[in-house]
């Protein structure tokens, strides 16, 4: 989740995008397109929002790419320009869109094949923490998402929501808390 | 301390089992944005080649050429048109040159930072474009029963708008002897509706040099809520007026 060590390939193809070579950022828009679609809708909640969010980012990134550090980590750099167009798209709406995720059926977390029972309850037990984080507002939806459901680090979730890494931090403690407080019934009931 | 683990570990299980809503794929038109910047570079070699033969026009013709002026737009009549630039295959915006496809007009909007008039009298465009250098929106019509094909059998109309600035134009337009320039006023803005024979057409870069520029068949041009406007299609001249008089 975090630490990741340095993409060699990456950093070929942002290089080669520096210098103008459309087909290698086309190759790091095929990388990113997900993990960009999926940030912006964690902010907008709308995916027609967030497809729009996501495309513009990358054309503006693009074009910025000479002002890119060379060697600097991209993700958090692209991060932060899907953040942006994002929560101008957030802004730009009257009301936020209700972010509406599902929890996929017959999942399982791996080792042997669970009895019917217990895949049902761990299908129950998803259902219910996605509730919870429905209810827990969306400063710590987001900043939960970002970490734990989008697996990006503390460094990618600041720049995709545009708030210092010590605020991601705090809020991330803060919205754990309240999940847990959340969850409560449902551990003990 | 073990409730937070396995709290953790409930959540990374979660991500798991989460059902995203599908993810698009952006390639295509991010590469429509893209194939702009790739060709720029070739551009400027041809930019070379067609100002040499701007150059011949106009000494050819000095007596004869005259400049016209919108603001945002620049309308030159020269003796004889230079010959266009090759027709390029593709999809619409990287033919036309017209930039990065939006989704709709509000994403356009947002892109370009201004707001964008729509004909209603043609309702929502097929396809929308903005392009950077000169910053451009374009909102493009398919052919259909009230909207015959241009020149380009995929194309109904074109409504590009830019900024109105006074001194920067984003349009550049030649026309040779054969074209009529015809003063207009469009929503009390005015203009000019360019017909009878094709004339060129090309954007102004940033640099203040002119673009690669292509043929254009009839034309209504004119300033309106601080922009300057174009419409290109097949529609003669009260129906081009009446769809521009729909500009919303």
Redesign the interface.
């Known amino acids: 989740m975090v630490g990741r060590p340095l993409d060699e390939i990456e950093d070929t193809l942002v290089e080669r995008a520096r210098r103008?070579d459309?087909d290698a950022?086309?190759e790091l828009?095929?990388r990113y397109?997900?993990m960009?679609?999926?940030a912006a809708?964690l902010v907008t909640g709308s995916?027609?929002d967030?497809?729009?969010a996501?495309?513009?980012a990358?054309?503006k990134a693009?074009?910025a790419l000479s002002r890119f550090r060379a060697g600097a980590p991209f993700r958090p750099w692209l991060l932060r320009i899907v953040g942006n167009e994002a929560r101008?798209?957030r802004r730009?709406a009257s009301r936020r869109a209700a972010l509406?995720?599902?929890?996929?059926e017959g999942?399982r977390?791996g080792g042997a094949a669970p009895s019917p029972e217990a895949a049902a309850e761990?299908a129950e037990?998803?259902r219910a923490?996605?509730r919870a984080?429905v209810m827990v507002g969306d400063d710590h939806r987001e900043v939960?998402g970002c970490r734990?459901?989008?697996?990006l680090s503390v460094e990618e979730t600041a720049a995709t929501l545009g708030i210092p890494e010590g605020t991601v931090k705090s809020r991330l403690a803060r919205a754990?808390a309240h999940?847990?407080e959340l969850?409560e019934p449902v551990r003990h009931g | 301390m073990a409730d937070l683990e396995r709290l953790e570990a409930r959540l990374a299980d979660l991500a798991s089992a989460i059902e995203w809503p599908r993810t698009p794929d952006l390639r295509p038109a991010v590469r429509s944005g893209l194939v702009l910047s790739r060709r720029r570079r070739r551009r400027q070699l041809r930019l070379l080649v067609i100002a040499a033969a701007l150059a011949v026009v106009l000494i050819g013709g000095a007596a004869a050429a005259a400049y016209i002026e919108l603001r945002g737009a620049t309308v030159q009549t020269v003796p004889t048109l230079p010959s266009p630039a090759p027709t390029v295959s593709g999809p619409i915006g990287s033919r036309l040159d017209l930039g990065a496809r939006y989704t709709s007009v509000g994403a356009a909007e947002r892109a370009a930072g201004f707001r964008a008039l729509v004909p209603t009298s043609l309702g929502q465009p097929d396809e929308v474009y903005f392009r950077s250098s000169p910053d451009v929106l374009t909102l493009v019509y398919h052919p259909r029963a009230d909207l015959p094909a241009t020149s380009d059998p995929e194309v109904g109309a074109l409504v590009m708008m830019a900024r109105a600035s006074v001194d920067r134009s984003s349009f550049g337009k030649l026309i040779a002897p054969g074209a009529r320039l015809q003063p207009v006023t469009v929503n009390g803005g005015g203009g000019f509706w360019i017909s009878g024979a094709p004339h060129g057409f090309f954007f102004y870069t940033s640099g203040g040099g002119g673009d690669q520029f292509r043929l254009a068949s009839d034309v209504l041009i004119w300033n309106q809520a601080g922009l300057v406007v174009r419409i290109e299609s097949a529609l003669d001249e009260p129906r081009t007026l009446a769809v521009a008089g729909t500009m919303r």
């Open positions: 103008g459309a950022y086309e828009v095929r397109t997900e960009a679609f999926r809708y995916a027609p967030a497809e729009e996501a495309q513009d990358f054309v693009f074009r101008n798209r730009a509406e995720l599902r929890v996929a999942i977390a761990a037990e998803r923490l996605l984080l939960v734990y459901l989008l697996e754990l999940l847990r969850m």
